[in-house]
Each structure stands twice: as structure tokens, then as C-alpha cells.
């Protein structure tokens, strides 16, 4: 079956950065676009960033514009989020998910869009 796990999650100081793996399995990984969604306490689950199924195309939330990277190495089968100048809302479990659908659609970020999902990472920025 299709299994997500990500990893790099921590505690970080305001200003710092931290590197986050989805490796996936069970699935064809080139056939996904894959997103990072993150969830804060008593908040919603927040769009962060998406990248197309050859890693050619990627969109971030304005949130994270200019922060945040997410890359993808199909031939490992994982995904990253590279997070840099991090600050304390960034603080949430983040999640990565895949998806078969439109690029069109999925760049709306609506997480009922996603097929599959990890478990969660948490990341904590202190200030």
C-alpha cells in the first residue's frame, strides 16, 4: 500500500532552518504531484507548497514565498521541503501528500484533493 513518512522535523531558532523528507512506497512516485500541507494547533490544515509529478513546476503559499523550497528526487522515491529564515508561526506538524489529480487543481491546495498522506513531523521555531 501507499506509505508516506517524513522526517526533519525539530526545534529551531527564529532565523533558522531545517530540511524535511517525505520518502514514499507503494507507489509509482513519478506518477504524484506531491504537497506539504501544515497543521497549528486549533488551526485548519494550511496549503504550503506543491510540486508537479517531473519537478519542473512548484507553487508555495505567500506565506512561505521566498522562505520555504520544495524539491522532489524521483529516482529516491522522496520529496523535501527546504525551510530557511524560519519563524515562530511557522511552528506546526507538517505533512506531505500526493496526488493523480490536474495540475490546475491541485495548485488550490485543497487537502480533500490529496489521495494519500504521512503521518507528520513537528516543527517547533522558538524566537
Known amino acids: 500500500q501507499v506509505q508516506l513518512v517524513e522526517s526533519g522535523g525539530g526545534l529551531a531558532q527564529a532565523g533558522g532552518s531545517l530540511r524535511l523528507s517525505c520518502a514514499a512506497s507503494?507507489?509509482?512516485?513519478?506518477?504524484?504531484?506531491m504537497g506539504w500541507f501544515r497543521q497549528a494547533p486549533g488551526k485548519e490544515r494550511e496549503f504550503v507548497a506543491i510540486i508537479s509529478k517531473n519537478g519542473l513546476f512548484t507553487n508555495l503559499s505567500d506565506s512561505v514565498k521566498g522562505r520555504f523550497t520544495i524539491s522532489r528526487d524521483n529516482a529516491k522515491n522522496t520529496g523535501y521541503l527546504e525551510m530557511n529564515r524560519l519563524k515562530p508561526e511557522d511552528t506546526a506538524v507538517y505533512y506531505c501528500?500526493?496526488?493523480?489529480?490536474?495540475?490546475?487543481?491541485?495548485?488550490?491546495?485543497?487537502?480533500?484533493?490529496?489521495?494519500?498522506w504521512g503521518q507528520g513531523t513537528q516543527v517547533t521555531v522558538s524566537s
Open positions: 501528500a500526493v496526488a493523480t489529480g490536474p495540475w490546475s487543481r491541485m495548485t488550490k491546495g485543497i487537502p480533500n484533493d490529496y489521495n494519500n
Open positions: 507503494g507507489l509509482i512516485f513519478n506518477s504524484y504531484v
